[in-house]
């Protein structure tokens, strides 16, 4: 039966789990501090109760002692006028002798056969239940120059038995009133808590059936199911970023394999309808279906480097390096292979700067720029490399003098295949891919890289990196 229960809340809706938590909760609260109160109610009258039948209880020892002490001829009947004076509503009291023989009883709405005369040499004070009905008896001995006995004080606690009933029901009544009132509020708070996220549940069933561009509707509670919200937001404009990338990366591989496929496709066509017996037909389509095969072989190795690079972790320790040597040792290489340029080269403000970063990864960032850089170069013929330390980084900057790049163009120079006025450059070597790669080693080491140019004025690539912490 229990598992029956248990299987049964498991499986109902949040909404309903909170009501039942909090009702749950506020009941215990409630029946523990009203079970509590009703105690310490409960005590503290029946000790009112007692105080008052001990504080009756001196007045007759008083007046019995006085009487005994200055009326030699006192009898006990003759006390009877006094104690109906004194005696409340609902009580009762008995004299009796030292054998236990009542000598005097006064009731006032009280059944005498409720309390059995009793002798007691010591105070006794307690409360029983004749009958079903709740008496409190205090019974003390009285002892005088003429007189030894005991006085029996009783005390019908009705009143305050009614009372205590009355008491329990109100805040039995009360608890189940505040029982439904917290359920009640308990429901409203839920549907409440659960709004954002059936907002959410609503956008990512709407994502399953529509598309990525579903979101969130602004959820201004904030609280941390608003943060969640704004949290799912970013997560999906990420993704639908990323798959927009990744569209327009596979439609841009496409296009860039298309071309040299179809080239070869041409050439060999051409070979099998007649050019195997003509030796220029066949020497020219061999030559450029060469020239594709090697075009096509760059390609996919910057892609493989690309794919690398992203998912790669830097994990290993790199020896800190001096960047200053690289620089110097990869301009020369350039200038034995276009002699026709002049590069100049200004480091000394970095001397004695190192860096944490593989060698070979930071000349590979050099050649993919220092390549742009002569590319797109044709008039002036001049490359300048300078590096400097800033606070907590090294700027190395190549700036050239060549063609520029548009204003329009500059934020799309680091995405994949995309190429600066593909029409003008359609003759110049290269697949797109040399920045993006550049950008992504230098974001693997916590770097910065910038492109700032104009049209006919030339072109400057920074390259932040931080300094080695072991010399900062």
Sequence with gaps: MMERVLRFIRQLPIKWKLMLGATTLI?????????AQYLVLKQWMMNQERDKIQVSMAQLQDYFQEKYKTDDAFQIAESRAYIEKMMGKNQFVRIIGKEGEPLLTVSNHFNENWVTPKPVIVPELFDTTPNEDHVLIYRSPIQTAKFVGTIELASNLETFDHFSTTLLWVMLIG????????ALSGLALARQFMHPIRALTSAIRSV????????????????????????????????????????????????ELR?????????????????????????????????????MKGLVQELLTLTRVESQLLTENHNPISPVPLILETLERFKVLHAEFEFQANTEKMEDVLISISPLHLEQILLIVLDNAVKYSTNDKRIAVEGERLKNDVQITVRDYGIGIPQADLPYVFDRFYRV???????????????????QFVSNYQGEMTIHSEENKGTTVSIKLPVSQSVQ
Aim: charged letters at 20%; glycine letters at 8%.
């Design 175 to 182: 608890g189940v009133l505040a029982i439904f009132i917290s």
């Design 208 to 255: 399953k059936e529509k598309g990525l561009t579903e979101r969130v509707s602004n959820i201004q509670n904030g609280d941390e199911l608003s943060s969640l919200a704004q949290l799912f937001n970013g997560l999906m404009n990420q993704l639908e970023i990323s798959f927009r990338q990744q569209k327009q990366f596979v439609e841009d591989a496409s296009h």
């Design 259 to 295: 071309t040299p496929i179809t080239i070869m496709e041409g050439h060999l066509s051409l070979l099998n309808r007649w050019g195997k017996s003509n030796p220029e037909v066949l020497e020219e389509s061999l030559q450029a279906s060469l020239q594709e095969i090697r075009r």
């Design 421 to 439: 006025d593909k029409a003008r450059n359609s003759e110049i070597a290269g697949t797109g891919l040399g920045l993006s790669i550049a950008k």
């Design 27 to 35: 009941f215990l609260l409630f029946a523990t501090y009203n079970f």
